[in-house]
């Protein structure tokens, strides 16, 4: 059976996520710190904290256990929060920047290269801060990375099959909103289901159509 991995998941975008792939017949894999279920049936669950190599790898060992070399890996955990350029501390950014981009780059690193030798599968992002903004210097610091690491994840694994893509959200996530969850989901899938010759490597939600 096909399945999704979602890292970093939440009651926003990542219930969402795992949502949208469960309604077409994915098995679901969940790892976050709580180890919740987020109230749906069926999914398999992981503790762990995205910061921490260790705990990572291990959920993500156990995962692909269990589902095998996943169709599609969705990385989602992010640290957000407001911090200045006067306030600047080294332990605040090298806190964020393990979950924001080194946590990013431990699961493609575990997953991604297996999905190369298999000839295909999807790892996608959630990106964030279209413009950096300095009253968020570690996400915007953060999500830039995340940036730079889809691009490089493309340029190595794309020949082999392995789309990588981010979601760019421009706006606060909040249901009933321009930025409600579901809607944002809607990327990840046409995402995982486009062919080759229309990948897309960013999708940004402005929270506008058209």
């Not at 090298?94 to 997953?111: E, P």
């Not at 889809?150 to 981010?166: F, I, K, N, P, R």
Request: glycine share 14%.
């Amino acid at each position: 059976m096909p399945g999704a991995v979602i890292v970093g998941s939440g009651p926003g975008i990542g219930r969402s996520v795992a949502r949208r792939f469960a309604k077409e017949g994915l098995a679901v894999g969940l790892v976050s710190r709580s180890g919740s279920s987020l109230g749906l049936d069926g999914v398999l669950t992981y503790r762990a904290d995205c910061g921490d190599e260790g705990e990572l790898r291990a959920a993500l060992d156990a995962a692909t256990g269990a589902l095998g070399t996943p169709d599609v890996v969705v990385y989602n955990a992010a640290i957000i929060r407001p911090d200045t350029l006067a306030e600047a501390n080294a332990r605040v950014q090298l806190d964020a920047w393990a979950v924001n981009v080194v946590g990013a780059l431990i699961t493609a690193a575990h997953v991604v290269p297996a999905m190369a030798r298999r000839g295909g599968g999807t790892f996608i992002v959630t990106g964030g801060m279209p413009e950096p903004k300095p009253a968020y210097v570690s996400l915007s610091l953060g999500k830039a990375g995340l940036r730079t690491l889809v691009a490089m994840l493309d340029e190595e694994y794309g020949a082999s099959g392995v789309h990588v893509a981010g979601v760019t959200v421009a706006g606060a996530v909040a249901p009933g909103t321009a930025f409600d969850p579901d809607d944002i989901a809607e990327h990840y899938w046409r995402l995982h289901t486009q062919p080759p010759e229309a990948w897309k490597r960013e999708v940004v939600h402005t929270g506008t159509r058209g």
